[in-house]
Structures are given as structure tokens and as C-alpha cells.
């Protein structure tokens, strides 16, 4: 029987789910599998980028690690595509690789002022308050007012995560420099911002509900955002979604303010068109705009004002471009048809696939990154005859390779040992556990060396 020695680069839920269903294909072919991950530690967003009150989520973890624990996977952490390893070197060890690098940067927002200084992308401080190794400990937590800029989950979080009580964040497994930086947080008010009206929200009802049982934090919403439009209505109407977060807002509406010590604001039918302030941001400019009869916006010409000291823009994330591969500049993701990638030409590049948001673009949930994931194996599987035609196909070459070049990488073996410490640092508190953020510390832990 052939034996398919499959590269995947990327071990977030793309790659990992990616693994799990080469694996267990039924196509007359063995499966022996190298996982390549830039991190000592594996789960991609699931463990960077969603956010850590939501353990729920973070959970799948478990399913994910199955896959890591079950046999005919091999992880290698701590070793990044590019620069420890290329795609000659892939090619002489493999016969295909799969793509499954994600999407890690903010999509930018071309607007005056974006660069003042307390102007942040939600990347970066999700980055952060995940305890995300490769970005500062430190984070400048000195506004009393924010503006998150954006109607998704990743606004919902940050804006969340930002005027939550830090005892609340307690229970997780946020980092002590986390910590320390939110307890010092002077935040009293977060205002969200969407270009659109209530009933064109990106969120998830779940995320949604979720505001409105934060302690001492008030919800405000303003009745002029609701005059509803015939598209509006229909929305509310055709979709299950949008109905529940109505009737969530609707009941907001009616609540009482002014008990609470913090406040949550939404502005809809807001468009931010300026940041303002001399050096550092001061604050934010919006054109109100209005319904444009077929479910957008347009502006009014009426510009209003709001006092911010922080901003944050969550309005996308971004691929980024790998060496040697071809990369579309719009969409930010590798050209592929169903997970095969193509060049330039858009002719097939023999060998190289794609999966997950580096495939399709930073939209949906981590259970989509599965089918995702099962059309990209299924080329893998039939393109046999495109497989390359790998010189050193055997398990131990690849091992010599890394070594020879000095990299320190880790295993699923040592994966567990650091799984096993952040356990051991949160146990005295109560706590499931306690990320561990540097990467030298991740290191030191992962390969059974003393940690600092
Ligand atoms: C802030 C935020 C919150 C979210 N919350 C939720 C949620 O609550 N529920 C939900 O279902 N979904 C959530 N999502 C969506 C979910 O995280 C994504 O659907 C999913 O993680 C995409 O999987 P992926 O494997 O394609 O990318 P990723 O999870 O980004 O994994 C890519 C992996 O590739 C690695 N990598 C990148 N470049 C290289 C390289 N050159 N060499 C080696 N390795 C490399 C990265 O380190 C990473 O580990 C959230 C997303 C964000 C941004």
C-alpha cells in the first residue's frame, strides 16, 4: 500500500482537523503526517484569538488533542514555514503539503487619524490578553473612554474583555501580566460603533446575551437607531438569528440606566469617518448615516462627535503572504479552487493546498474550518498522481533536518508537559490553568528543560 507522507503547515483547527481526516480516509493509502506550527503550542485562534471567558469554546481543545494524541501525527512546534523549513525542503521530504496558516493581521481601515498613537488593531490586543508569546507584555490600558469600531463577534469580545470587571476574568486562564494590566485599566464607558442599523449586526445571539449579564456594566442603546425600514423588517423577520438578537435589544431598550459603574454603548447607523486628536487620539468623528432601502447605508451629512481616549478597529482579520507561494493581495488568502492552490495563471500548483481561513478568508467558526478541511483532503487524496516525488520520504530525515539547522522544536510529548505546567500554576488558585506567555519559557517547559 502507498504511503502518503502529507505535510501540514499550521496547527490551528484547520490543520489539526485537516490531519484527523487524512488520517482516517478510506483510499488504499497509508497516512503518516507532519504537522509544522510557528509556536511551541498548538490550536491556533482557539487559543489565541477566543477570548478567555468563553472556556466553552476553548474546549474544543479536547477534541482537537485527540487527534494529536491518536497516532500517525507528528507535531512540530516552535518551527516556523519560511524560515525553518521551505518549500524545497517540504518537497524533498513529502509528497504534498497543505497550507493551514489562518489569518493573524487586522484588515486596515483608511480613515484620518488611524495611526494616532492609543489608535490599536483588535488583533493585537486579543494577542495580548490571550498571552499570545510574540507580542509586548505590556499593554497602554489609559482610557477612561474606548471606541470599538466594528459589528462583529471579535468587536464583541474586545469591547467585553475591556469593561468586564477583572475579578470576573478571574476564573480563566488569563496570564498574570494580563491581569495586572486590566486591574489597572481607568475604562468606565466602551462604545461600539456600526455603519449599519441593529438588524445588520454580525454577531451571534449567544455573544449578544452575554453583554446584557455583565456585572455592573449598563447596556445603552438609543431608540433613534431603531426607526426599522421595510429591509430591516424583513431581516427580523426571515431570519431566526437576527429575530433573537432583536428581541435581546429590544429588552435593552427598556431597562434602566444609570445604576451601574460602567457602561456598554452602541451606536448604529454611525460611520466613523475620523480619529481625532493632537498626537494621540481625543476623539471620534462619525457621519450618522441612514438606511439605503435595500439593506446598506448611506450618509446624511450629519457628523457627531464622542470624547475616546482608545480605539479599536475589529473590522477583519488579514492573511499574510508565505514564501515561495502564490498570494492574492485582495482577499488576503493563497488562490485556490477547492483547496487546490493555483499560480498566477491560475493553472494547479502540483502538491500545494490550502485550508481553513488562509483557504477561504478570516470569515466563520472553527466547526467550519472542518468542512473546510475535508474538501482540501479529498484533492489531496485524488491528485495522486500530482504528488511529488519526495527523495527522503522516510520519518527520521526530517528530524535530522531541523536538528541540522539548530531548530528547538517541540512534540505533541512535550505539548503535554506544558499543558501539564499551565494546569500545575493555575491549581493553587482555584484555577483550570494559567497560560504561560514567553516563548522561551513555553520552550523550557515543553522540552522537560527547568522553567525559569
Ligand atoms: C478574536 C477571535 C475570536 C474568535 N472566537 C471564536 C469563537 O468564540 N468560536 C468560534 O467557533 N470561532 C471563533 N473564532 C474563529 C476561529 O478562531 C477560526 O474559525 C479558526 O481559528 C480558523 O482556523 P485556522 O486553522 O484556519 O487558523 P488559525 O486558528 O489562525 O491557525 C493557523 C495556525 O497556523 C500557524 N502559522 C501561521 N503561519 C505559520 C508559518 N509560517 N509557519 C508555521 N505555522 C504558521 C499559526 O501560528 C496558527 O497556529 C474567533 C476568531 C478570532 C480572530
Redesign the pocket.
Known amino acids: 500500500m502507498t504511503t502518503l507522507r502529507l505535510a501540514i ?7 489539526i482537523y485537516a490531519a484527523d481526516l487524512a488520517k482516517k480516509s478510506d483510499r488504499g493509502v497509508d497516512v503518516s503526517i507532519d504537522l ?4 511551541p503550542a ?5 487559543r489565541y ?3 478567555p471567558d ?1 472556556p466553552r ?1 476553548k474546549g474544543i481543545i479536547g477534541a482537537l488533542r485527540e487527534v494529536l494524541d491518536g497516532g500517525a501525527v507528528r507535531l512540530f512546534g516552535n ?4 524560515t525553518d523549513i521551505t518549500l524545497e525542503d517540504l518537497q524533498q521530504h513529502y509528497h504534498a503539503v497543505i497550507f ?5 493581521r487586522d484588515a486596515s481601515l483608511d480613515i484620518p487619524g488611524i495611526d494616532l498613537s492609543g489608535s490599536f488593531g ?2 493585537d490586543v ?1 494577542s495580548w490578553y490571550d498571552g499570545h508569546p510574540d507580542v509586548p507584555r505590556e499593554w497602554p490600558l489609559d482610557a477612561r473612554e474606548i471606541a470599538v469600531i466594528g459589528n462583529g ?2 468587536a464583541l ?1 474586545v469591547a467585553r474583555v475591556l469593561i468586564k470587571h477583572t475579578d470576573d476574568l478571574m476564573p480563566t486562564e488569563i496570564p498574570a501580566n494580563v491581569e495586572a494590566g486590566l486591574r489597572s485599566s481607568p475604562a468606565t464607558d466602551v462604545h461600539v460603533f456600526g455603519r449599519r442599523g441593529p438588524a445588520n449586526v454580525k454577531f451571534t445571539p449567544l455573544e449578544l446575551r452575554e453583554l446584557g449579564e455583565l456585572r455592573d456594566v449598563d447596556m445603552v442603546v438609543h431608540d433613534e437607531d431603531f426607526a426599522y425600514d421595510e429591509a430591516a423588517r424583513t431581516a427580523i423577520a426571515s431570519n431566526k438569528q437576527v429575530m433573537v438578537m432583536d428581541r435581546i435589544l429590544q429588552g435593552w431598550r427598556k431597562r434602566e440606566v444609570g445604576a451601574a459603574s460602567r457602561r456598554l454603548e452602541f451606536h448604529w447607523w454611525a460611520r466613523p469617518v475620523e480619529i481625532l486628536g493632537e498626537g494621540r487620539v481625543e476623539a471620534i468623528r462619525w457621519e450618522r448615516t441612514e438606511p439605503d432601502g435595500i439593506g446598506g447605508a448611506r450618509g446624511t451629512g450629519e457628523f457627531r462627535e464622542q470624547a475616546v481616549q482608545a480605539v479599536y478597529r475589529a473590522v477583519g ?1 488579514f492573511g499574510s503572504p ?1 514564501p515561495g507561494l502564490p498570494f492574492d493581495e485582495r482577499q488576503g488568502v493563497i488562490p485556490n479552487h477547492e483547496g487546490q492552490v493555483l499560480d498566477d495563471e491560475g493553472a494547479l500548483v502540483p502538491g500545494v493546498y490550502a485550508t ?3 483557504k477561504r478568508g ?1 470569515v ?6 472542518k468542512s473546510d478541511a475535508m474538501e482540501t483532503v479529498d484533492h489531496v487524496l485524488t491528485d495522486q498522481g500530482m504528488w511529488w516525488t519526495p527523495q527522503h520520504p522516510d520519518e527520521r530525515s526530517v528530524d535530522e533536518l531541523l536538528a541540522s539547522r539548530g531548530v528547538r522544536f517541540t512534540t505533541v510529548e512535550g505539548w503535554h508537559l506544558l499543558d501539564a505546567h499551565e494546569q500545575a500554576l493555575g491549581a493553587p488558585a482555584g484555577r483550570a490553568r494559567v497560560k504561560v506567555v514567553p516563548r522561551d519559557e513555553m520552550l523550557a517547559a515543553s522540552l522537560g528543560e527547568p522553567v525559569r
Not at 36 to 39: D, G
Not at 79 to 82: A, D, L, R
Not at 100 to 104: F, L
Open positions: 503547515v499550521g496547527a490551528g483547527p484547520a490543520g509544522f506550527e510557528r509556536l498548538p490550536y491556533g485562534l482557539v484569538g477566543v477570548a468563553h469554546i518551527v516556523e514555514f519560511g493551514a496558516t489562518g489569518a493573524t483588535a488583533a486579543v463577534n471579535v469580545d482579520y508565505l481553513g481561513w488562509i478570516p466563520g467558526l472553527i466547526g467550519h474550518t
